[in-house]
C-alpha cells in the first residue's frame, strides 16, 4: 500500500513537472516568433531544445509506467503523453525553420514570388499533407489507448466501460482510415495535376 502511495506520489510530480514544461514551452514558443532579431530568435530556439529534451525525459517515464500493471488509470499518463508530443511536433516546425538557410534553393524559393493559381495549389497539396497527417497520428493515438485499455485488465475478458471505449475507438480508427484513403487519392490526382500543369 506503501509502494503505492508513492508511486503514486513519483506519478503525480512527474505530471506536475510536464504542465510546468509545456507552460514553459508555450513562452518561450511565443517569444521565439516574436523576437526583434536573429541573435535572440537563435538564443530562444536553444532554449525551447532544451524544454523538449525534459519533455521527452518526462515522456519516457510516463511510458515506462504506462507499460507497467501497477497503475490502474492511465488516462492521466495518455493524456500527458500526448500533450508532449503535439509539443514535439510544435518542436519539429521550428526546427525544420531554423535549418532552412536565407540562401539555400529553399530559402530563396520562399522570397520569390509565386503567382496566387500556385500559391493556392500548394495551399491545397499542403492542407491534404497536414490532414493526412492529422488523422494518422490520431489512429496511431486511438491504437495506443486500445493497447493500454487491453493490458491493463489481469482478466480474459473486458469490463464493461473498457469494452465500450475499446470499441468506439475501433470505430474511430475504421473512420479515420477511410477518409485518410479519400484523402489520399485526393492528394494523388492533385500532384498528378501539379505534374500536368
Request: with cysteine.
Amino acid at each position: 500500500m506503501a509502494d503505492k502511495r508513492k508511486l503514486q506520489g513519483e506519478i503525480d510530480r512527474c505530471l506536475k513537472k510536464v504542465a510546468e514544461g509545456v507552460e514553459q514551452f508555450d513562452d518561450i514558443w511565443q517569444k521565439v516568433h516574436n523576437a526583434a532579431n536573429a541573435n535572440q530568435k537563435e538564443k530562444y530556439e536553444a532554449d525551447l531544445k532544451k524544454e523538449i529534451k525534459k519533455l521527452q525525459r518526462l515522456r519516457d517515464q510516463i511510458k515506462t509506467w504506462m507499460a507497467s500493471n501497477d497503475i490502474k488509470d492511465k488516462r492521466p499518463l495518455v493524456e500527458n503523453r500526448k500533450l508532449i508530443e503535439t509539443q514535439m511536433e510544435r518542436f519539429k516546425v521550428v526546427e525544420r525553420e531554423t535549418k532552412t538557410k536565407a540562401y539555400s534553393k529553399e530559402g530563396l524559393g520562399l522570397a520569390a514570388k509565386v503567382d496566387p493559381a500556385q500559391r493556392e495549389r500548394e495551399e491545397a497539396r499542403a492542407w491534404l499533407t497536414d490532414s493526412i497527417d492529422s488523422l494518422n497520428r490520431q489512429v496511431d493515438q486511438f491504437e495506443s489507448e486500445i493497447e493500454s485499455l487491453i493490458v491493463g485488465t489481469k482478466k480474459k475478458k473486458l469490463d464493461r466501460d473498457r469494452q465500450e471505449r475499446s470499441e468506439e475507438l475501433q470505430n474511430w480508427v475504421e473512420r479515420h482510415r477511410y477518409h485518410v484513403s479519400k484523402l489520399e487519392v485526393l492528394h494523388f490526382a492533385h500532384s498528378k495535376a501539379l505534374l500536368i500543369n
